[in-house]
């Protein structure tokens, strides 16, 4: 999902263009299902993304529980 942020709002410092986190997804059991990335430009989010390793597209988001910041 692409994110605009409008421009006359304050940048985060030091975020330079990159991924600015990814946190790990896993299942009700544990087992790594994906991860969910969170990506800057000019130092505002210019996108969420939700990659999933599983064969079958996942049908919702997962939930903030089922996600791990390292």
């Known amino acids: ?3 605009v942020v409008p421009a006359d709002l304050a940048t985060a410092s030091g975020s330079p263009d ?3 986190a ?3 997804v ?3 059991d544990g087992t790594p299902i994906g991860e ?7 130092g505002r989010l210019a ?3 939700y ?9 919702t988001l997962p939930e903030p ?3 791990e910041v390292s």
């Open 18 to 20: 990159r991924i600015f």
């Open 26 to 28: 896993t299942d009700r």
């Open 47 to 49: 996108g969420i993304e």
């Open 51 to 59: 990659a999933w390793y599983t064969d079958a597209r996942p049908l």
């Open 1 to 3: 999902m692409d994110a």
């Open 36 to 42: 969910v990335i969170l990506w800057v430009e000019h």
């Open 22 to 24: 990814s946190g790990g």
């Open 65 to 67: 529980e089922q996600i």
